[in-house]
DNA sequence: TTGCTCCTCACGTCACGTGAGGTGGC
DNA sequence: TTGCTCCTCACGTCACGTGAGGTGGC
């Protein structure tokens, strides 16, 4: 008989594994964005297994979009429901997939006008005050397209 | 003679084309992020120019990727330094252009790994485990992808 | 006078970060 | 015993947000 591996890990594999600080992994569970973590016997040092990670990988993605900690964990909270929580969950995914569209048509733009500035102060190093006025008249219609809702 | 046209705006008119919140116009400026805005003669309220527009959406664009208030006021700062700052500030658009290039890689993964999920949970509705398994590994792989810094 | 926007100042908040002081396992 | 990582708890911090209370212009 083959028995399963179950790997485990420390709250510091568990950071590196999923790029968030430590901190931030006892301040998540301790605000119920995930479940609480087991500890070990007599330690009481946190041990994190593949599920624990998988979940953090989650929730270190829907936080790197700006989620809010609430929203996270209303997003968490349905896990558990199985397919009845589909449609739900399915529906939380789609606005973030919405979210994560719109964040990278800004980051486009920002790229843009980043490069126009960069196009700007070359040319006020090389004394071309004609092409500087020019490209600084670009930046200002790009720049038009940047006031959105940022953030 | 024509006398050259110059806009002026109120806060409420510089946070709508920012996409800026007026307490944040205001907060910038109180801590040197941005250069004191005249005011009114009586009023005593801020009256933005032009200007003052330009380097509010600048600095709207650094705000949106994650720079610190620290950082932005730096940038700033330079700016009234004319032509001999300007392999300077070269230098700082490349590092904001290189963490935007950052961003767009890690929005790219993340919404790969929303769209798996979605597939994911579309396989749990339907009532196929196995498809759902399958999906699940897909996404662990992935996931390791994403486990770079964040933010 | 009545709304309207704006003002300052102080305090609140959100999402963590940072010690202080202490404990378990090689 | 000595480091090492981990623990909790409390307080700090960063970037704003939110009133409270007040004032100027149509």
Redo the contacts between chains.
């Keep these: 008989v083959t028995t399963t591996r179950q790997r485990s890990y420390t709250i510091k594999e568990a950071a590196?594994?999923?790029?968030?600080p430590a901190s931030t992994l006892r301040y998540y569970e301790s605000i119920g964005v995930i479940a609480p973590v087991s500890r070990g016997a007599s330690s009481g040092h946190r041990v994190y297994d593949e599920a624990d990670l998988?979940q953090l990988?989650?929730v270190?993605?829907l936080?790197?979009?700006g989620m809010s900690v609430a929203d996270m964990r209303r997003y968490v909270a349905n896990r558990d429901l199985?397919?009845a929580a589909?449609?739900d969950?399915?529906a939380l995914?789609?606005a973030?997939?919405e979210r994560?569209?719109h964040?990278?048509e800004?980051?486009?733009l920002?790229?843009r006008?980043?490069?126009l500035?960069?196009d700007y102060?070359?040319a006020?190093?090389d004394?071309d005050p004609q092409r500087a006025e020019q490209i600084a008249a670009e930046a200002?219609t790009l720049?038009d397209a940047?006031?959105?809702?940022?953030?």
Excluded: H, N, S
């Design positions: 590196t594994l999923t790029g968030l998988e990988m989650w270190a993605c936080a790197a979009t199985g397919a589909a449609p969950q399915i995914l789609a973030q997939q994560l569209r964040e990278a800004q980051i486009v920002r790229q006008y980043v490069a500035k960069i102060w070359g006020v190093r004394g200002a720049a940047l006031k959105q809702t940022p953030r």
